[in-house]
Protein backbone atom coordinates (compact mmCIF):
# COMPACT_ATOMS: atom_id res chain seq x y z
CA UNK A 1 0.00 0.00 0.00
CA UNK A 2 1.27 3.50 -0.95
CA UNK A 3 0.14 6.17 1.22
CA UNK A 4 1.14 9.03 3.35
CA UNK A 5 2.15 9.81 7.23
CA UNK A 6 -0.67 11.97 7.42
CA UNK A 7 -0.56 15.55 8.91
CA UNK A 8 1.23 14.60 12.42
CA UNK A 9 4.30 14.21 10.21
CA UNK A 10 3.59 17.16 7.96
CA UNK A 11 6.63 19.69 7.46
CA UNK A 12 6.74 23.39 6.76
CA UNK A 13 10.03 25.83 6.51
CA UNK A 14 9.98 29.77 7.18
CA UNK A 15 12.43 31.96 7.58
CA UNK A 16 13.52 34.78 9.69
CA UNK A 17 13.48 37.82 7.11
CA UNK A 18 9.85 39.50 7.80
CA UNK A 19 8.04 40.19 4.06
CA UNK A 20 7.30 43.46 5.39
CA UNK A 21 10.67 44.38 5.03
CA UNK A 22 11.03 43.39 1.50
CA UNK A 23 10.29 44.93 -2.01
CA UNK A 24 8.20 41.98 -3.38
CA UNK A 25 8.41 43.28 -6.73
CA UNK A 26 12.42 42.98 -6.43
CA UNK A 27 13.41 41.18 -3.70
CA UNK A 28 15.31 43.93 -2.15
CA UNK A 29 15.37 44.70 0.99
CA UNK A 30 13.46 48.47 2.68
CA UNK A 31 15.95 48.47 5.27
CA UNK A 32 19.55 47.81 3.42
CA UNK A 33 19.88 49.17 -0.26
CA UNK A 34 21.73 46.71 -2.32
CA UNK A 35 20.69 43.68 -0.30
CA UNK A 36 18.38 40.92 -1.79
CA UNK A 37 16.46 37.80 -0.19
CA UNK A 38 15.01 34.15 -1.67
CA UNK A 39 13.70 31.49 -0.93
CA UNK A 40 13.43 30.14 2.72
CA UNK A 41 15.45 32.86 4.35
CA UNK A 42 12.15 35.15 4.18
CA UNK A 43 9.46 34.57 6.88
CA UNK A 44 6.95 32.60 4.39
CA UNK A 45 5.49 29.08 5.36
CA UNK A 46 4.33 26.87 2.94
CA UNK A 47 4.21 22.98 2.61
CA UNK A 48 7.33 21.38 1.61
CA UNK A 49 7.44 19.15 -1.15
CA UNK A 50 8.70 20.99 -4.07
CA UNK A 51 6.48 23.93 -2.93
CA UNK A 52 9.23 25.77 -1.84
CA UNK A 53 11.33 24.68 -4.82
CA UNK A 54 8.90 26.45 -6.48
CA UNK A 55 9.11 29.40 -4.41
CA UNK A 56 12.81 29.72 -4.01
CA UNK A 57 13.27 29.74 -7.70
CA UNK A 58 10.53 32.32 -8.43
CA UNK A 59 11.94 34.69 -5.85
CA UNK A 60 15.66 33.89 -6.71
CA UNK A 61 14.80 34.90 -10.55
CA UNK A 62 13.36 38.21 -9.62
CA UNK A 63 16.29 39.01 -7.36
CA UNK A 64 18.45 37.83 -10.02
CA UNK A 65 17.22 40.17 -12.67
CA UNK A 66 17.00 43.07 -10.22
CA UNK A 67 20.64 42.44 -9.70
CA UNK A 68 21.85 42.27 -12.91
CA UNK A 69 20.13 45.56 -13.85
CA UNK A 70 21.84 47.36 -10.98
CA UNK A 71 25.23 46.41 -11.65
CA UNK A 72 25.08 47.13 -15.47
Do not use: C, P
Amino acid sequence: MIDTHGFKHAKVSSGDVSTAQINNKTMESKLISGLYFAGEVMDIVGKRGGYNFNFAWASGMIAGKKMAKTTQ
